[in-house]
């Protein structure tokens, strides 16, 4: 490892020299990383100016910290075109063929070219940091303090590598400078709603959840390494030609995936649903461990969030139902629907993020029913109580389905995460991906739907009588 690691450093240098002679790149970079910290200060002296006039100098305080994050944030977007360009722009410009042509290994050029298109990105950020620090505190006096300038360098450097590692993914993946450049899109509106995240953080002044946030875009930067590195193959890559997009193809492609070839529900079962959840045993254990986890993150909410114990007196809760049940239209069959409406809504919206996650948002959506139970029970514990009636009376009953219907489903969201963390044998990024979307439809349809409507009539109809007898009895 450390031997491949010294020769990429090679093709690291080669790299480094090459962006430091090309001007019309460095020069904007440089230009726009010392302007836009220059207008983040003007625009922070007035504020300051603005607040202080209307006594409300906490709101600047909060705004400064922003603006430092900003000023980190912006260089790494201007200089991502350096990454979009690195496989690409040189096929365009054939220059690259004589580095494929040399003994490095796939893995040595990819990490070569990494490494050397985070120099300038990471530089961009931390020269646009420090100038608005100076001007800053020339301007209004302000400095951050030490450990929150430290927690905003790890974000810009983390938020850097991640960018640029999704960028290098891209510039693997696509045939024209053109087309990367469109992708980009895909790398920078996440990042700024992540930003738009961190953002209100800084205005809560909670900088401890910072950490996480620097601990996730790590974990997500070292998983897009993982796929470029996974679906780098260089003779691929010198045969590719002009990308053409045949949604006709990759619909059939889909559909075929997702019927298996079968004719009746049954034999669609036999020969597709169930071969999906084979293939999801790993995806099923860490499901299975991400509940656990939700489950104890639940319980250590209970004295940040405390609920009072006199509601979950028995007699309390059986009031409670006796009065729901005569009154809510929910406990009811057309209630069951809207449950089941909004469950498969849910597990749509966690999809749609796992795609864009490695299925690490999805699991966190996935994670809050857990989260709850979590709570409930250690909320009973802390009140002195058996937390059994309570699971029993309120969970069981629907949980019965619906547990399994999100280990399900989060393992289908993993496995569309996972399938860009390891190469498909003879299979491109793009037909892995469908298989996997094929995988997760089936899984989606055959199981988890059926078992979530189930769990939405038990939770509609039953859950309420149950509670009712255990808490009325």
């Known amino acids: 490892m450390w031997d491949s690691l010294r020769i990429a450093l090679i093709v690291t240098r080669r790299e480094i020299r090459d962006q430091f002679r090309d001007w019309r790149v460095i020069f904007p970079v440089v230009v726009l990383t010392v302007l836009f910290p220059w207008l983040m200060n003007f625009t922070a002296s007035q504020a300051v100016a603005f607040v202080n006039r209307y006594g409300a100098p906490l709101v600047a305080q909060r705004l400064m910290p922003f603006l430092l ?8 977007t201007v200089s991502l075109v350096i990454a979009l360009e690195s496989f690409v722009g040189e096929m365009e410009r054939r220059s690259i063929e004589p580095l494929f042509s040399s003994p490095l290994s796939d893995l040595q050029l990819y990490l070569g070219k990494l490494l050397a298109a985070m120099v300038v990105p990471i530089g961009a950020s931390y020269l646009g940091i420090l100038v608005y620090l100076v001007g800053v505190y020339w ?21 850097s590598v991640l960018m640029v590692s999704g960028a290098m993914v891209i510039s693997t993946q696509t045939t024209s400078v053109r087309a990367a450049n469109l992708l980009s899109s895909f790398v920078i509106i996440p990042m700024a709603f992540l930003i738009q995240g961190e953002a209100m953080v800084m205005f809560w002044a909670q900088y401890s959840a910072l950490w996480l946030a620097i601990l996730g875009q790590l974990i997500v930067a070292g998983m897009l390494v993982r796929t470029g590195v996974a679906y780098f193959n260089r003779e691929e890559l010198l045969g590719r030609e002009l990308d053409n997009l045949n949604l006709g193809s990759s619909w059939s492609r889909l559909r075929s995936e997702f019927l298996s070839e079968a004719r009746t529900p049954w034999e669609w079962y036999r020969r597709g649903v169930f071969p999906a959840v084979r293939r999801l045993a790993i995806p099923v254990g860490m499901m299975a461990a991400a509940l656990v986890i939700g489950l104890w993150a639940g319980t250590t909410q209970v004295h940040v969030l405390v609920f009072p114990a006199e509601r979950l007196e028995p007699r309390t809760l059986a009031q409670g139902f006796a009065l729901s049940m005569n009154t809510m239209p929910l406990l009811s069959a057309s209630g069951a629907g809207l449950l089941w409406l909004h469950n498969l809504r849910a597990m749509l919206l966690a999809s749609f993020l796992g795609i864009f996650s490695f299925g690490v948002l999805g699991i966190v959506i996935l994670l809050l029913p857990m989260m709850i139970i979590g709570y409930l029970s250690g909320t009973v514990v802390a009140a002195g109580m058996s937390p059994l009636p309570y699971l029993v009376g309120l969970v069981l009953p629907h949980g019965m389905l619906e547990i399994p219907a999100i280990l399900l489903a989060g393992a289908a969201i993993f496995g569309l995460g996972g399938v860009l963390l390891s190469p498909a044998r003879g299979k491109k990024i793009g037909e892995a991906w469908l298989g996997a979307l094929a995988d997760w439809g089936k899984i989606m349809l055959g199981l988890v739907a059926p078992l979530l409507l189930g769990a939405a009539f038990i939770e509609a109809l039953v859950t309420p009588r149950v509670a009712l007898w255990i808490f009325g009895g």
């Open 69 to 76: 994050l900003m000023v980190g944030f912006f260089p790494s």
């Open 139 to 159: 301007r209004v006096g302000w400095r951050p303090e030490p450990l929150l300038l430290f927690q905003v360098f790890l974000l810009s450097t983390v938020q």
